[in-house]
């Protein structure tokens, strides 16, 4: 029986070890949804790095590597050990996808963007010919009867409360500094609701009681958004997800969002200047109406996360400071930030490769807490500087407490107020620690 390994990388903490956990708290979904397109006569095992050893002695004839993010640069290190002891080695995810000529030279295929055709036509000619292609390349335009997600294979290892559904792929919006843009070019593939709802209702059956949506932007679809939300409710499940902060704007559908089950939500805010936003080919997204989403939001009840950027053109150590007084004053439970990382193959990239402001292309350096380019205002290593201290500012008990524990939104839902406190914590820990703050 042949056997296929796939292994979703770690990535190194900042001590040169790797990142290590005792559970999965957001699994992804590529594996398990591709565990089953896996004809029946093939043995599969799943290792997710961040809680599993990898054995490299494996017998498996295939062994499939994920590539996310600076997590890639492991993925190649697992890829020579496993090359130099004979085994086939193919790497898929957004990484390898947006840069396949580099990762072609360390693997024996490259699967570009969505496998649902790729991957059994790469098992395939393996079982017919014992050799894979170099690079697999097929397209889909549709996203319709796929296969339940081996779910099984996750709930065997250590995880948390929730399990991944995906509803549909891409996103409307092209952002330059955005992977999802470079590679979906403004597409938005959605699932039928109702196999989108059969995923659920798998997860349900499983004993989870909450689930997140892995869409990246649910909202950019209303009417599609609303259906889901009604067939949602009466399967009384908890959800999670993130969107465009304009959610705020449809209180129609911020109510259906939420009485189907959302109660947590990250948000694209990105900026507080709007000369930042809007650097990023984001002018939809208005700086000005920030504090107002983020308290319509709060008040219906969805606890609020954000996703922000600090190190465009546009920023200096003062905004930087502004920044941390605008999650405080917002009382943000669960904020995020990144340095600004162009990843190699989108549009900003692109463009600060030609002003000559790349300051370098090694990929264990764009982790989004290191600052790779040059910006306008600010000097590179003080935007390093300036992140941890934002973080260190951010997850500091008092801003906790502030935040989170005197939060008289959260104190409506009393178990998101310490889910809530207790991923500031861990994010806390991480910081310590030179990590981006991140639900491994
Ligand atoms: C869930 C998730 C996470 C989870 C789980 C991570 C994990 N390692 O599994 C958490 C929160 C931990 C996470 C962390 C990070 N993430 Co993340 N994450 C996602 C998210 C929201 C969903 C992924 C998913 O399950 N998709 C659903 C599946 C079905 O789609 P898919 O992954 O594209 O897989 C399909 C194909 O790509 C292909 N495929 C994928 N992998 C492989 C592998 C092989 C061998 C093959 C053949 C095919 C194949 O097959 C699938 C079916 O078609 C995506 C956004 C998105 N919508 O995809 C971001 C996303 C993938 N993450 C991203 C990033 C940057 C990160 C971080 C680097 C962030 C950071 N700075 O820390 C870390 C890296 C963590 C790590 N060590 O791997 C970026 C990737 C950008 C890039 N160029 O690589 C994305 C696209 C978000 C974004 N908008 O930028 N992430
Ligand atoms: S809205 Fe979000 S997911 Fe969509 S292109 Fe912009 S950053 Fe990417």
């Known amino acids: 029986m042949p056997k296929i ?17 005792r559970k999965i708290n957001l699994p992804g979904l590529a594996f398990p949804l591709l565990a089953a397109y896996t004809p029946s006569n093939w043995e599969i095992e799943l290792l997710i790095e961040v809680v599993d050893e990898i054995n490299f002695d494996t017998e498996a004839d295939i062994v499939a590597i ?3 993010g600076h997590a890639t640069f492991r993925g190649l290190e697992i890829a020579t050990e496993f090359k130099k002891r004979g085994r086939i080695v193919v790497m898929g995810g957004y990484m390898a996808s947006i840069a396949y000529k580099e990762a072609m030279k360390h693997v024996d295929s490259v699967v570009i963007g969505d496998a649902e055709i790729s991957y059994p036509k790469m098992l395939q000619d393996y079982e017919d010919s014992g050799t894979v292609k170099p690079l697999y390349n097929h397209p889909i335009y549709e996203l319709k009867n796929l296969p339940i997600p081996r779910y099984d294979l ?20 092209t952002c330059s500094f955005c992977s999802i843009a470079c590679l979906y070019e403004g ?19 499983l004993g989870f009681k909450r689930f ?14 609303k259906e889901l939300c009604r067939k949602i409710t009466p399967l009384k499940m908890k959800w999670a997800s993130q969107c465009a902060i304009h959610l ?3 209180a129609e559908l911020l109510k259906i969002v939420r009485d189907s089950g959302c109660d947590l939500m990250s948000f694209g805010v990105e900026s507080i200047q709007q000369d930042a936003i809007d650097s990023l080919d984001k002018p939809w997204l208005k700086a000005n109406e920030h504090e107002q989403n983020i308290k319509i939001l709060a008040q219906s009840g969805i606890t609020v996360s ?10 200096t150590e003062d905004s930087i400071r502004e920044t941390y007084d605008f999650i405080y004053r917002n009382r943000i439970p669960i904020p995020r930030f990144y340095i600004l990382t162009p990843v190699p193959g989108t549009e900003l990239h692109k463009s600060l490769k030609e002003q000559g402001r790349m300051l370098t292309d090694d ?3 764009f982790d989004g807490t290191r600052c790779v380019h040059i910006p306008n205002k600010i000097d590179p290593e003080k935007l390093t500087e300036m992140y941890w201290w934002l973080n260190n500012k951010v997850f500091s008990v008092k801003s906790i407490f502030h935040r989170v524990l005197f939060n008289r939104n959260l104190w409506r839902n009393p178990a998101m107020l310490m889910f809530s406190l207790a991923i500031n914590f861990h994010y806390r820990r991480y910081v310590r620690r030179k990590i981006t703050p991140n639900i491994f």
């Open 154 to 173: 996750l709930t065997q290892k250590k995880i948390g409360a929730m399990l991944p559904v995906q509803a549909g792929r891409g996103c409307t919006y």
């Open 187 to 205: 597409k938005y593939l959605f699932r039928p609701v109702d196999e989108v709802i059969r995923d659920i209702e798998e997860v349900k059956r």
């Open 248 to 250: 705020a704007k449809n």
């Open 66 to 68: 994920g590539s996310m």
């Open 363 to 365: 990929l264990r350096l």
């Open 212 to 225: 997140y949506l892995i869409d990246d932007n649910i909202v950019s679809n209303p009417k599609y958004l």
């Open 306 to 315: 954000t996703e922000m950027i600090i190190g465009t053109d546009f920023d």
């Open 5 to 21: 390994l796939f292994v979703q990388p770690t990535q190194y903490a900042e001590n040169g070890k790797l990142c290590k956990q």
